[in-house]
């Protein structure tokens, strides 16, 4: 069975129906345990919307899971993150067990509402991540999550009274605070891909700075760099900040004025030339980013040489 169209979720209460699950005992939160989950396919491949967060660790045998246009096994411990709206697909093969290992933590933004997670909750990059970019983890981390959404669920499997809400955002933010810890961990340890990511950023901008491209089209998007290097712009940005202290764009710009250094103190040019072949409208742009990198304005700097 193959389905083009996707499912879509608007709340936890359909996507439990679905999933042949009891009704959830809150309708804004819900863990469900993946091995009492029924599969909407026994074959094929099937793409679900969630109107609502989830935060998935997942081992899947024989089966991928599909994010965006990014296919991963889940053989392993995984953990990802889907914000609202997001596309998330599943295929499944004759020789896939049906019924997945792990949880998945459901969270309607409707139940964040009035607490500090409903605004802090967009600033977690990996919700941003593909499939590709999940967070793989260690025994140990693996244990210390599954405790976490132990709690979570003993708290709205409770009595819910008026500090229920309170006690599961914390979990929930102690949970986001671990991941963010496992990924800057991840990107330490799996040094050998992220430095090839590395790699294929320099050579990419080496080459866009080398070809005239910056002069008609200006500097490259955070996301035709992402696009480029097929991974996501927020997994772009988070292994540089790990890897140099820097955000995508920041990087971008140190790289821009080391080539505006270059041009300085070793052609002819006028300042007005170069800021228009690095890709600036107006120089007045150029020379205040160059004197924020510097301290000296393009003209002091390039007296600097005489």
């Known amino acids: 069975m193959n389905s083009h169209r996707p499912l879509r979720?608007?709340?936890i209460t359909e996507y439990h129906r679905a999933a042949g699950l009891p009704k959830p005992e809150h309708p804004?939160?819900?863990?469900?345990?993946?091995?009492?989950?029924?599969?909407?396919?026994?074959?094929?491949?099937i793409n679900l919307i969630f109107d609502f967060y989830?935060?998935?660790?997942?081992?899947v045998y024989n089966g991928k899971?599909?994010?965006?246009?990014?296919?991963?096994?889940f053989d392993e411990g995984v953990l990802f993150f889907m914000a609202p709206g997001q596309v998330f697909g599943i295929e499944l093969s004759k020789e896939t067990r049906h019924r997945p290992e792990g949880?998945?933590?459901?969270?309607?933004?409707?139940?964040l509402w009035n607490t500090t997670l409903a605004k802090t909750i967009k600033q977690y990059e990996f919700f941003s991540y593909s499939v590709n970019e999940a967070l793989y983890l260690s025994d140990k981390e693996e244990m210390m999550l599954n405790s976490i959404a132990n709690h979570i669920e003993q708290e709205y499997h409770a009595n819910i009274d008026r500090f229920s809400q309170n006690v599961i955002v914390a979990q929930l933010e102690l949970l986001l605070t671990y991941a963010e810890r496992f990924y800057q961990r991840q990107f330490i340890t799996r040094k050998i891909a992220s430095h090839e990511i590395l790699t294929r950023l320099e050579d990419l901008l080496s080459g866009y700075f080398s070809s005239g491209a910056l002069a008609k089209e200006g500097l490259p998007s955070v996301t035709y760099i992402a696009e480029t290097l097929n991974i996501s712009p927020g997994y772009l940005s988070?292994?540089?900040?790990?890897?140099?202290?820097?955000?995508?764009?920041q990087h971008l710009h140190d790289k821009l004025i080391e080539l505006a250094k270059e041009k300085l103190s070793t052609t002819n040019l006028s300042v007005s030339q170069i800021a228009y072949e690095l890709g600036f409208e107006h120089l007045q742009s150029f020379s205040k980013l160059f004197k924020t990198k510097t301290n000296l304005s393009p003209l002091e700097f390039r007296h600097s040489f005489n």
Do not use: C, N
Request: charged share 20%; hydrophobic share 40%; glycine share 8%.
């Open 65 to 73: 899971f599909k994010y965006g246009q990014q296919a991963s096994d």
């Open 54 to 59: 989830s935060i998935s660790l997942k081992r």
């Open 9 to 11: 979720f608007k709340t």
């Open 238 to 249: 988070g292994l540089l900040k790990s890897l140099t202290g820097q955000s995508t764009q």
């Open 103 to 111: 949880w998945m933590i459901l969270i309607h933004p409707d139940f």
């Open 28 to 45: 804004l939160i819900s863990l469900v345990r993946m091995d009492m989950v029924t599969p909407p396919i026994t074959e094929g491949s």
